[in-house]
T-cell receptor, first 112, second 112 residues
Framework: LAKTTQPISMDSYEGQEVNITCSHN???????ITWYQQFPSQGPRFIIQ?????VTNEVASLFIPADRKSSTLSLPRVSLSDTAVYYC?????????????WGAGTKLIIKP | EAQVTQNPRYLITVTGKKLTVTCSQNMNHEYMSWYRQDPGLGLRQIYY???????DKGDVPEGYKVSRKEKRNFPLILESPSPNQTSLYFC???????????FGPGTRLTVL
């Protein structure tokens, strides 16, 4: 049974690089890994998505090792406004059934 | 502007009084879903719909109903709300060709 596991909380300081890792066993070959950011009183917002190796956009990078049993969201040079909850999401497609497996979220606190 | 809207944003009701939370998206997405979010439990999927007239149970469907008569609307119905359904609810939609979900702003429901 697929499951995603991520740390409950992390803290860091402004200007630092922050890496949040999510473990996801048993994901299938064609399944994507997606990360969302959520601020209080708002819905989750898409950050980045990847399938394998490395993906980079204007806000983050996503590293996925060859075995795809984990992924790491990397936030370069964080600021106070990056304080939020970050969710890892794996989409599974098994026998034409589409299933979403959410992590429980990592509360990231950035300190000045 | 592409968006998912939910109404109401806040609702306080009493046990047993039927209620409906509306959800609408203007992106012509086939896939829509409802989540509830509770402290320490992250996002849990209630129901989802792959297209008009096609709905399926998510992880926590008990006590909820949905309908998908039109592509843009996906209302969540609580026939007889109970206090354990006090939660923050999010509607989301996505294009089946992509894996990115767009979330509504959330509905905070309190059942007394």
């Amino acid at each position: 049974l697929a499951k995603t596991t991520q740390p409950i909380s992390m803290d860091s300081y402004e200007g630092q690089e922050v890496n949040i890792t999510c473990s996801h066993n048993n994901i299938a070959t064609n399944d994507y890994i997606t990360w969302y950011q959520q601020f209080p009183s708002q819905g989750p917002r898409f950050i980045i998505q990847g399938y394998k190796t490395k993906v980079t956009n204007e806000v983050a990078s996503l590293f996925i090792p060859a075995d795809r049993k984990s992924s790491t969201l990397s936030l370069p040079r964080v600021s106070l406004s990056d304080t939020a909850v970050y969710y890892c999401l794996v989409a599974l497609t098994l026998d034409s059934n589409y299933q979403l497996i959410w992590g429980a979220g990592t509360k990231l606190i950035i300190k000045p | 502007e592409a968006q998912v809207t939910q109404n109401p944003r806040y609702l306080i009701t009493v046990t047993g009084k039927k209620l409906t939370v509306t959800c609408s998206q203007n992106m012509n997405h086939e896939y829509m879903s409802w989540y509830r979010q509770d402290p320490g439990l992250g996002l849990r999927q209630i129901y989802y719909s792959m297209n008009v007239e096609v709905t399926d149970k998510g992880d926590v469907p008990e006590g909820y109903k949905v309908s998908r008569k039109e592509k843009r609307n996906f209302p969540l119905i609580l026939e007889s709300p109970s206090p354990n359904q006090t939660s923050l609810y999010f509607c989301a939609s996505r294009d089946l060709a992509a894996d990115t979900q767009y979330f509504g702003p959330g509905t905070r429901l309190t059942v007394l």
